[in-house]
């Protein structure tokens, strides 16, 4: 969300408000003179209190937004957060894991296959979370769509 100046905005509507007002006082109501300033105290006052209202609900506005810039700020913050200890977290069982391979491959005990696989594994844990950590618009889709599964038939049969 971008920070959007509603006071500035309302007051442009409320000058263009208060010159269409005195352009339509003139055509229908006037004799035919042009007045910026009514000279009637009721139309001058109806005027004034559309102005302020209008100018009001701008600053109104102004103040909503900012409040929902900090909260979507927050958000991004927390979320960037939890990211990064979640990456540590899994940076860690990724090391464990690959401590966990070197063994395995000392001794000779999986197939070529089930290494590969596993070295797949490995590489897919780290780019999903590389995907997740640079997520910058933060929707439920995004960062749904940052890590969900891709189609793939790379699985070898394990069964044998």
């Known amino acids: 969300m971008t920070k959007v100046n509603f006071t500035f905005k309302a007051a442009l ?18 004799d035919g003179r042009f007045e910026i300033i009514p000279p009637e105290a009721n139309e001058l006052w109806m005027r004034v209190v559309i102005v302020i209202l209008v100018i009001c609900f701008g600053i109104y506005a ?9 909260k979507e700020e927050e958000k991004r913050l927390i979320f960037k957060a939890t990211v990064c200890s979640s990456q540590h ?10 401590f966990f ?21 490995l590489l897919e844990g780290q780019r999903l ?6 997520v ?13 599964p891709k189609e793939s038939n790379t ?3 394990l069964s044998t």
Do not use: C, G
Request: aromatic share 8%; net charge negative.
């Open 101 to 121: 391979r070197m063994k395995a491959d000392e001794h000779n005990v999986f197939n070529s296959e089930v290494i590969e696989l596993y070295d797949q594994s």
């Open 62 to 70: 102004d103040f909503q937004t900012k409040i929902l810039l900090k």
């Open 136 to 148: 910058d618009d933060l929707t439920v889709q995004n960062i749904r769509m940052s890590v969900s």
């Open 89 to 98: 977290i899994v940076n860690n069982l990724l090391n464990q894991m690959q």
């Open 155 to 157: 699985s070898p049969d």
């Open 13 to 30: 509507l409320s000058a263009l408000f208060w010159i269409i007002e005195s352009l339509i006082h003139q055509l229908f109501f006037s």
């Open 129 to 134: 979370m590389e995907l997740l950590s640079n």
